[in-house]
């Protein structure tokens, strides 16, 4: 009767004594995190916001609940506090053009931060590699692949695509006030590029109406879950617990969007549903693993009938163990090539077409010059090196690169090695250190009014105030040992695409102003206002 009683009285009250006790110990726990973080941390004497150096939930907060702002907060940082802050408790963040090339150089030997290994979902493949040996052995596989000759033997593929994109915006187009968005159709310009350059088999993307795909137009969508991945990533796992069916019956519209991630939550910058990458996903990643398990097996030999070799090529024919050639590692690498070549290299496209169309002086000089070197527009255009020597077309491709960032938000690394010395401060080992092409593309001091398109910048071989190249502070694609694997391939995309677009077509703008195209959020790639409806034109 006793036990009966104490157990339907359990649980007691908590006593006054153990209420107090338990708030005591949480303020003692709070005072000694900010004790420790403000005044006996390693890097506590680093210049920087005290709110930064006490919490990283106000990172957080600018990122996901307010949509990809840190980055710009991280530049008023700079501006405030000098060229070297700290940006939350842990990480350093420099702002030096000067010492991009020093970091990142192609000898140091730097991780990345385990934490953000499994934001995109693909932990197996080159790209979130964490340990610096470890992706040196998995890149060096595929580098070869993505080597300037390679680049230049397919060239004519990817102008075959070009010659593909301009005839059908002449033909369906050409004289209707017809408006094509240009951000969809060079998506899929260079997403049957890289498709057929990886898998040798092409989706076609080029022959779908408007040239809108659920794919291409789903890679944005991406972008915008790699916060809410990147700082709550066991929301992630949790989330990925739920089955495709309910997935999709949340949003049947992003269905295709399993490509690359199956998982949902909403966006607070658009309030769009959008999707959490996995590790493992479904429809057309599903495809991928089937074309892996046909190729391995033989039953698919596609890559036979090309005259390139393809990814698995390279691949399946290293000399890396068998754990690093298992389906869902070739799976997390192709899926890991293939996302990483579109949106960018789209971007790039679209800015410029957006600042040659809305500036009739580059315009002019650009078809001037393209004139001449190919007098008859029907003709077969120059090769990839010859177009490199145009130089307006050139310039314009730098200065498209430099307004585009490649990858706006910081790239962090970590030396377990070693500190890292930048004047007078010393960055002790395993703490993390970053820097951001978008704060190194607009630096005054290297390039003055960064904010104006000035293809002009680039010609005549010009130099910094250093006395270096300007090409030097271009960071579009890295520097060092884990610079973009596919910076040849994506060059070769715009010299083609641009050359080919403004020789062949003469288009206009329709409705489209600057903030179509300018960086106005950093989800590991620059976002314009949700609200605009990209480069919109008519094709006279």
Partial sequence: MDTIQ???????PLSRFTILYSILACLLY???LLLYRLVLSPIAKFPGSKIAATTGWYETYLD???GGQFT?????????YGPIIRINPWEIHIANPEFHEILYSTKSRYNKIEALKYRFGLPLSSFDTIDHDHHHRRRGAIALHFSRQKVIDFSPYIQSLADK????????????????????AYAAFVSDAITYYTFAFSYNFLDYPDFVTPFTTSIRKLALSLHMAGHFPWLLKLLQTLPDTALATLNPMMKPVFDFHNVSATSPWNNELIFFPPSACADQVQEVKNQILKIMSGENDGYRNVNHRTVFNELLQSNLPPEELSVERLKHEAASITGAGIDTTKTTLSLASFHILSNQHILQRLREELAIAIPDPSASMPTVPEMEKLPYLNAIVQESLRMSYGISQRLSRINPHGPIQYGSYT???NVPFSMTSYLMHRDESIFPDPDSFKPERWLNDPKAPSGKPLTKYLVAFGRGPRMCLGMNFANAELFIGLATVFRRLDLELFETERDAVDMAADFFVPIPKPETKGVRVIVK
């Fill in 72 to 80: 710009f907060q991280i530049e008023q940082w700079h501006k405030q």
């Fill in 6 to 12: 104490s157990l339907v009285a359990w649980p007691r």
């Fill in 64 to 66: 996901v609940f307010k």
């Fill in 165 to 184: 994109l301009s005839k059908r915006l002449t033909v369906e187009y050409g004289g209707t006030l017809k408006v094509v968005n240009l951000n969809e």
């Fill in 427 to 429: 960055i002790p080992p």
């Fill in 30 to 32: 709070v005072i000694g």
